[in-house]
């Protein structure tokens, strides 16, 4: 029998994938997996395999991963997803425990070192930028999610829920205020100029001043809908990536670019730590790629002496 002939029923899909979001708290690994599943499924059923839903077709997925050249992260995170699917299968007789505990063999990616990720240089982040066709509402829509992507170092599940009450005027500069991003945690982000033009280009156009800032658009070049998903975030990137010259950019690298962007300018380690909203300055650091100078020792600047 091939067990994934069951999966692949809508309703028996949309129930399993249910099960193995309801068993995680966090909202972003829920989407992250909800993602993860809904690729899986699609890769089997261009590729289907004569085995079904088990450990050789599971360990085909992942070196189909691995081909795709995606980060040990990446990989660890969809091949969770795929590991709560087995069990939940097997939990409601889908498939046997046999197979699913053949699934949870399957090796996943080994975590080694850090990964360090893109970065855009001045330049290329300016290409970026510069590539949506801003004669359409459409490409003045996306300019200014790369502009608050680039400009703000913001997340691309930030940037579909970011909202007008969201953009005010804190200490006479326009600013993101209170915004909600991973694990919950609130910050406030100054907005530079520029990003604001980009907003305000999109919304005048667009005619909205209230709820979501960013919308669907139609092929028409019309507004559609109240706000905008995540997966379009990540969709829209790719082509204007490839436009510029910079094949193979993820939202994520913008938030990198725009850590880094912050530093070359003189931008203050916590102060950045504090735009991007990370726990731990640690987590800035590699999102940096900052390496200790041994030869040009931050502390060789504290000018005392010790008498001799």
Known sequence: MNELIVVEKIAQWQRLKSLVLDSVSSPITKRVYSMALDEFLAWFRQEPRPGGFCKATVSAWRASLEIR????????????????????AADNGLIAPELAAGIARVKSAKSVGIRTGNWLSVRQAQNLLNAPDTSTLKGLRDRAILAVLLGCGVRRSEVAALTFAHVQQRGGRWC????????????????????????????????????????????????????????????LIKPYAEAAGVPCIAPHDLRRTCAKLCRAGGGELE??????????????????????DLVHAPNDAIKLRVAE
């Open 271 to 292: 102060q950045i730590q504090l735009l991007l909203g990370h726990a731990s300055v640690q987590t800035t650091e590699r999102y940096l790629g900052t390496k200790q």
């Open 176 to 235: 993101i205020v209170d915004l909600v991003g991973k694990h919950g945690r609130i910050r406030t982000m100054p907005m530079p100029v520029w990003v604001k033009v980009a907003i305000d280009a999109w919304t005048s156009v667009a005619g909205i001043a209230d709820g979501f800032v960013f919308r669907p658009v139609r092929r028409g070049d019309s507004v559609s809908g109240d706000r905008l998903g995540e997966k379009v975030v990540w969709q």
């Open 69 to 88: 050249r995606l980060g040990s992260s990446s990989i660890i995170i969809r091949m969770s997803a795929i590991r709560k699917l087995a069990a939940e």
